[in-house]
């Protein structure tokens, strides 16, 4: 509890509840099912959130383990994924384990043309952290107490992530005191549009 009575998980859902809002439309690729609302949280509207929110973090496992296995980073971005890649497979091993047998498989992804050189490995991290950041923060308050406390503690390190890599590119590592959230339609439909999700 704060000084003003309010646990966190009340705070954390006041604070999202701008970016909360999710819609039919969001059902993309099969990934994202049609009941999602933005109405009383449920342990059903949990697992729909959560399996989102699980092909998000392979696609950052999955993207982190290219660059690694690429060969093409060195220095503060190199340490930087080194660090970063076992989190995200951590993140990977929380969603599936509140997920149990609900857990989908990892789809194929494609990240050669975001890991062909440091330049455009950046550019991608940032991109996919910046995302992920913003699908916690849409997501947050249509889950359930329980529920926002795992997620509350992922998204804590995906800003962390986010920040980091902005930094390393010479970017403003916390440019806004805010961040909105985005809606899984807007983000499924980017990681096709740029090839990443096949």
Not at 5 to 21: D, E, P, S, W
Not at 53 to 67: H, I, N, S, T
Not at 115 to 129: H, K
Not at 152 to 180: S, T
């Amino acid at each position: 509890m704060n000084e003003t009575g309010r646990t966190r998980g009340q705070v954390l859902r006041a604070a999202v509840a701008g970016g909360a809002v999710l819609g039919a439309g969001a059902v993309l690729g099969g990934w994202v099912d049609p009941q999602f609302s933005a109405g009383r949280p449920s342990r059903t509207q949990d697992a729909q959130i959560f399996s989102f929110l699980l092909l998000l973090e392979q696609a950052q496992a999955a993207f982190y383990d290219a660059a690694l296995r690429g060969g093409r980073l060195s220095g503060d971005v190199l340490r930087y994924a080194q660090v970063a890649a076992p989190q995200e497979h951590e993140h990977v091993g929380l969603l599936r384990q509140r997920l149990g047998t609900q857990a989908r498989p990892a789809p194929d992804f494609d990240f050669r043309s975001a890991t062909s050189n440091q330049r455009d490995f950046v550019r991608a991290a940032i991109d996919l952290e910046e995302a992920a950041a913003a699908a916690y923060i849409g997501q947050g308050a249509s889950l359930t107490r329980d529920a926002v406390q795992d997620a509350a503690r992922i998204v804590a390190v995906e800003a962390r992530h986010a920040a980091w890599i902005r930094d390393l590119a010479g970017e403003d590592p916390a440019p806004h005191a805010a961040d909105p959230g985005r809606s899984p339609k807007d983000i499924l439909s980017d990681l096709h549009t740029k090839g990443y999700l096949q």
